[in-house]
């Protein structure tokens, strides 16, 4: 096994004497010693895989963690590993020590959407803007691990403290749904671990050894949470690059690798310096552009993948233009290479950017998977079912309650459920359990009294057949009980109807296969929060598509060709950071985006852009000034020969077009 890594990565693999961690720069093999860690921790130092915990950024990166370890020990000798995310790791610390906290052990997990609405009824507003930040102020204090109190003694303005009061009327309407938000999902076991050391040793005796990738995007509460679980031990190895920090905004601490030196004296640190991921001409961009960072540690990178093609820097015309060239040259390449449309990645800084990629692409018959964009669990229609599912399971969910209870819509109003929200608020019970109370008939009209309690009756029902029918047959049933298919079909016109009850049929399908792989009941599915993983399988993986992603979901991954487009100010460098004096972190976002690309990159920038409405002119980025010039084919204003838009015009038209119109008639036969 060992043969796989250089010497100092399998040293990194080796060292079993405390605290070690591996700082290094992209491409260089740290999730690769994570996996072979694991390995290595079960083979040869027989360590049970149960006591093991491995810690990654993503559902996605998790589910490639398990799938190279599978390949390096049999199942056998896996049985009880955990390789997640911290917020999976948090679920599952709640799930069976919720009680500790007040919680019940079936809560639900709140996503973001829902948060958000949690937060617009306490502002009684429809300002977007506005929900959005105080959402994200309050995470922000939640990942500082500042709890309500703790804010609202702090409070040093008149802002503040209204801040601070929301915070608190949002744990508290969580807590009254028997809700947990994503933060919270790592900060209430923190709390736990602090309140009930017996409960902490508990923890401590079964995650003997941790492992942490991607350690430099750690906030201060998983930062915490890793101290707690090792502070005895101090078992655990980390493995980051601080030039690849990317998440301040969501709370990130780079510091948290100066920290673990104070806080862990015999913390080893061992550096990596070849990559085995890049050509050398673009492991010189990368080198380049972050050496306009000060610098926190000396790192040199290296590799011998050969020196590599010219990394291209293509100026277009406008976001349309860049999408074509985009699809042009990709279809170019793939012609002269024999390449598969897997090998090939369209990276971007904002989700907005992805939709004239997406219609070209779709124009063009070229297959692609997004990732860090909208999911399939994002859907209304999916939503809408899944509310079911939750309630079914938890009938203190309010959020699942008001969503099932009103789609389809069977005539309840909002002064019934508002009639309905108070009575059960007064009594501190849940809006199911109000229903069924003698003293809530009188408070509606009787026609409304009964849809609400013929409602709460199914439900019942369900949740009665929960521990003995297969959760497919259920989830079949409920389809037809409620006649979600006619409500669909009423309710939208035939084409997005077909596609959202086809979705719907999907995630019955996805049910199906659970409970035929692995016996599931509804509660099992409801209750995992991995739900998307479990669920989902990893078919996106296996299809011959083109990757299109954020740089920030690009982390961690590597293809073989990279297109980073939208390389303009204001873009990458984002308007906002440019303005909030964050440059160095859009920099770090450009080091991640060319470090992806193993053999080919290229960069596309827009000459013009429509900014509400009206074209501007577009400045390209600061960070292509930084590329080394003799690594580099500029074309557009950037090259030493610049040519004038005309002649731009003049090559789309001509061979270029010409080129294009022969591929299309090869890739269509
Ligand atoms: P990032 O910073 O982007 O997360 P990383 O440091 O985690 O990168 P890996 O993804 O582990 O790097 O490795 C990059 C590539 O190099 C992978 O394809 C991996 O399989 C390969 N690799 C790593 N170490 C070796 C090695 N010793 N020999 C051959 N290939 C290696
Ligand atoms: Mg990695």
């Known amino acids: 096994m060992l043969h796989l890594l250089n010497p100092p990565q399998r040293a990194a ?8 961690l591996v700082l290094a720069g992209a491409g260089s093999g740290k999730t ?48 009880g590993l955990t390789v997640s995310t911290f917020h999976s790791l948090g679920m599952r610390i709640l ?8 919680y019940k052990q079936k ?10 609405k949690i937060i617009a009824d306490q502002l009684v507003t429809t300002d977007k803007s506005l929900i959005r930040s105080t959402v994200s102020q309050i995470s922000t204090l939640k990942s500082d691990r500042i709890s309500p109190d703790q804010a609202l003694t702090m409070a040093a303005s008149e802002g503040e403290l209204q801040l601070a009061k929301l915070y608190r009327a949002y744990q508290d309407t969580l807590f009254a749904y028997q809700a947990i938000d994503f933060d919270d999902l790592i900060r209430l076991p923190v709390d736990l671990f602090e309140a ?4 902490l040793q508990k923890w401590q005796h079964r995650l003997r050894y941790l492992l942490i990738d991607e350690y430099q995007d750690t906030n201060t509460t998983q930062y915490q949470l890793v101290k707690q679980l090792t502070e005895l031990t101090g078992q655990f190895t980390a493995v980051g690059d601080d030039d690849q920090s990317i998440y301040a905004w969501r709370g990130a601490n780079v510091e948290n690798l100066n920290l673990l030196r104070v806080d862990f004296p015999k913390l080893h640190v061992i550096k990596l310096e070849q990559n085995y991921r890049s050509v050398a001409r673009i492991l010189r961009c990368a080198n380049a552009v972050i050496s306009n960072n000060p610098k926190l540690f000396e790192k040199q990178l290296w590799s011998d993948l050969g020196v590599g093609d010219l990394v291209q820097v293509v100026e277009t015309k406008g976001d349309e233009d860049e999408a074509k060239t985009v699809a042009f040259r990709l279809k170019q390449h793939m012609a002269l290479n024999g390449t598969s449309f897997a090998d090939y990645a369209v990276l971007y800084r904002g989700n907005f950017q992805s939709r004239i990629i997406e219609a070209q692409l779709r124009a063009e018959n070229i297959p692609y998977v997004m990732s860090g964009g909208q999911s399939f669990f994002d859907n209304a229609e999916i939503k809408d079912v899944l509310a079911y599912l939750h309630l079914i399971s938890n009938d203190d969910d309010e959020p699942a309650f008001i969503r099932a209870v009103t789609t389809p819509k069977r005539g309840v109003g909002n002064v019934t459920l508002e009639r309905l929200g108070n009575y059960a608020k007064d009594r501190e019970i849940s809006l199911f359990a109000a229903v069924f109370e003698e003293g809530f008939i009188h408070q509606v009209q009787p026609a409304q009294y009964d849809v609400l309690h013929t409602f709460c009756k199914f439900i019942q029902r369900m949740q009665d057949k929960v521990k003995s029918e297969p959760a497919d047959q259920l989830y079949r049933e409920l389809l037809g009980a409620i006649d979600f298919e006619t409500w669909l079909y009423e309710s939208e016109e035939p084409k997005p109807a077909e596609t959202k009850w086809k979705n719907i049929l ?7 296969r659970k409970v035929d792989s692995a016996g599931s009941n509804l509660d099992e599915i409801t209750q995992n929060f991995d739900l998307r993983i479990m669920l989902e399988g990893r078919s996106e993986d296996e299809i011959d598509a083109v990757r299109l992603s954020t740089l920030h979901a690009s982390k961690g991954l590597e293809y073989p060709h990279v297109f980073l487009i939208g390389c303009e100010e204001d873009i990458l460098p984002h308007q906002n950071s440019i303005e909030t004096g964050m440059v160095e972190e859009e920099r770090r976002l450009m080091y991640v985006g060319i470090t992806r690309a193993q053999r080919t990159l290229t960069i596309t920038y827009c000459g013009k852009r429509k900014r509400a409405g009206e074209w501007q002119i577009t400045r ?21 020969k610049y040519e004038p838009p005309a002649d731009i015009k003049k090559e789309h038209s001509g061979l270029a077009a010409k080129m294009l119109a022969l591929l299309n008639a090869k890739s269509s036969k």
């Open 620 to 640: 390209p980025s600061r960070f292509l000034d930084e590329l080394p010039p003799d690594d580099v084919s500029f074309s557009g204003r950037l090259s030493a």
């Open 13 to 20: 693999v080796q060292y079993l004497s405390g605290p070690c």
């Open 32 to 79: 690769r010693v994570i996996t072979q860690k694991i390995a290595y921790l079960i083979e040869e130092a027989q360590m049970d895989a149960r006591n093991i915990a491995a810690i990654t950024f993503t559902n996605k990166a998790a589910r490639e963690m398990q799938e190279r370890v599978a390949t390096l020990l049999p199942p056998a000798r896996l049985k």
């Open 107 to 116: 809560f639900s997990i709140l996503d973001s959407a829902d948060a958000a």
């Open 196 to 199: 009930n050391p017996e409960v």
């Open 506 to 512: 999907d995630l019955g399908e996805m049910i199906k």
């Open 95 to 102: 799930r069976e020590e919720a009680g500790h906290l007040g």
